[in-house]
């Protein structure tokens, strides 16, 4: 099933003090109305959630895109700015409650947020919200009912941060192994996440990709498979969809990915499964080269970087089709054991030695080898049912291939800890 979700981003050509009516909606939701061109950052001049015909605008507006449009949610955007009267700007979140409750948080914006889920969730009752807050607001994906704000999701924006700064700052072997499933378990329970390992963001000009990061230039010379592989390309297919993997499985319960048939970012779609949501967006999930830049005064209006290039897929010979098989595999997997549905993992060891990770989620195990220089034989491992488990994916060496269920069995028996 395909559904349609909005995301409204900020503008990044707005003039000063522009204010039609495309851009109070974009306010609604992002309170990001107005871009300060001189300090490149957004600004919202536009703090109006206490008038009650700014309300009535904006909630009517959803309303709108729900039966003209017949959209199936919304990703609201810069939900931390709203949130805060201080926008999070130079505030830090590190869980403690008086970040969250007091003076700086600006209840007119919280109590849109809870009329706006609310008439969404009551009106349409199939109709996903999600939040994009990094603050982690206690109580943000839970009822209005309840005293939440009602959000179904919370994107886990911290998760593709901590790709990129490993990538960027890490050699193979200093991974923190700790500090990557903390960062991808570190979130309220019973609150949902989905978690992604990168987005446009990352795709946008001036920032890169983890392909990029991982393949740079060789991406455009060595991805044929017709000729040898290369230790950099190798290197970094195995880890994009290693990274990509246990992301999916231990960091939300939602996952968003970036193959994307959309229309520039203005839309992205998601699919979902039995309970779990899987989202699409634009980006780089099979290694896209190259970045997005939408036309604009820096590059003469130029088109060139506002495309995907979906005919890398179509070559059979070249490794991006083989990314892209990878990804559906996992997306398909998923599907047949609906770990995304599932509580969440419980993680059995995080070795920073051996730079092993072991969990288990919906009777699933995971194991993870992110060590650059050895492989393991016998390596014991826990799970909470003893039993015979069927391999789904293996990862090892040269190739990262999904099997034929039938085809492996991994035993395990009960031992005792003596
Ligand atoms: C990778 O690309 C470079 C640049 O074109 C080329 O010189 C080199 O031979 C390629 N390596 C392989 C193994 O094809
Ligand atoms: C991903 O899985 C969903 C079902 O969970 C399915 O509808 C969708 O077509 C799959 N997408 C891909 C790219 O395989
Ligand atoms: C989906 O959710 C329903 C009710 O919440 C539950 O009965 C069902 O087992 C779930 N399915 C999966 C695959 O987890």
């Known amino acids: ?25 974009k306010c609604v939701n992002n309170s990001q109305l107005l871009v300060d061109l001189t300090l490149s950052v957004c600004v919202c001049l536009f703090v109006c959630f206490a008038s009650w015909e700014v309300l009535r605008f904006l909630l009517s ?24 009267h201080h926008h999070g700007m130079g505030a830090g979140f590190s869980g403690d409650y008086s970040e969250y409750f007091g003076l700086q948080v600006d209840e007119d914006a919280l109590v849109y947020l809870m009329l706006a889920n609310h008439i969404l969730h009551t009106l349409y009752p199939d109709c996903i919200t999600v939040a994009e807050d990094v603050s982690g607001m206690p109580a943000l994906c839970r009822g209005v009912e309840e005293g939440g704000l009602g959000f179904d999701y919370r994107l886990a924006m911290a998760i593709p941060d901590k790709w990129i700064q490993i990538l960027k700052e890490c050699k193979d072997e200093d991974w923190d192994i700790g500090n990557i499933v903390h960062t991808l378990t570190n979130r309220r329970y019973g609150e949902k996440c989905i978690a992604y390992a ?37 290197r970094g297919i195995q880890l994009h969809k290693m990274i990509r993997l246990l992301t999916h499985g231990l960091g939300g319960e939602g996952y968003l990915n970036f193959i994307g048939k959309e229309v520039l970012r203005d839309i992205s779609v998601i699919l979902s499964g039995l309970n779990s949501s899987y989202v699409q967006e634009t980006g780089n999930e099979f290694g896209h080269p190259e970045w997005l830049d939408f036309p604009r005064e820096g590059n003469d209006q130029s088109y060139h970087y506002a495309r995907r290039q979906f005919n890398l897929l179509d070559m059979g010979n070249l490794r991006y089709h083989q990314l892209f098989v990878f990804d559906r595999d996992m997306n398909l ?11 969440p993992a419980f993680v059995s060891a995080k070795h920073e030695e051996d730079k092993v990770i072991v969990f288990e989620r919906g009777r699933v195990l995971f194991i993870f080898n992110f060590n650059p220089s050895q492989s393991f034989q016998d390596y014991r491992v826990a799970v909470e049912t003893p039993g015979t488990y069927p391999l789904a994916f293996v990862c090892h060496g040269k190739a990262c291939f999904p099997l034929n269920i039938q085809e492996l069995a991994f035993f395990c028996h009960s031992f005792k800890a003596s």
């Open 333 to 343: 997997t998923e599907d047949k054991y609906g770990w995304l549905a599932a509580p």
């Open 61 to 84: 507006n959803l309303r709108w895109w729900m039966d003209e449009y017949g959209f199936d949610g919304f990703r609201f955007d810069g939900v931390t700015s709203m949130l805060y």
């Open 1 to 25: 099933m395909e559904l349609w979700i909005s995301i409204w981003e900020c503008p990044v050509a707005v003039k000063i003090n522009f204010c039609c009516v495309k851009c109070m909606m």
């Open 198 to 234: 990168e987005s446009h963001d990352q795709a946008l000009v001036g920032d890169k990709t983890l392909a990029f990061w991982l393949m740079d230039k060789e991406m455009y010379t060595n991805m044929s498979s017709l000729t040898p592989m290369t230790p950099v390309i190798d």
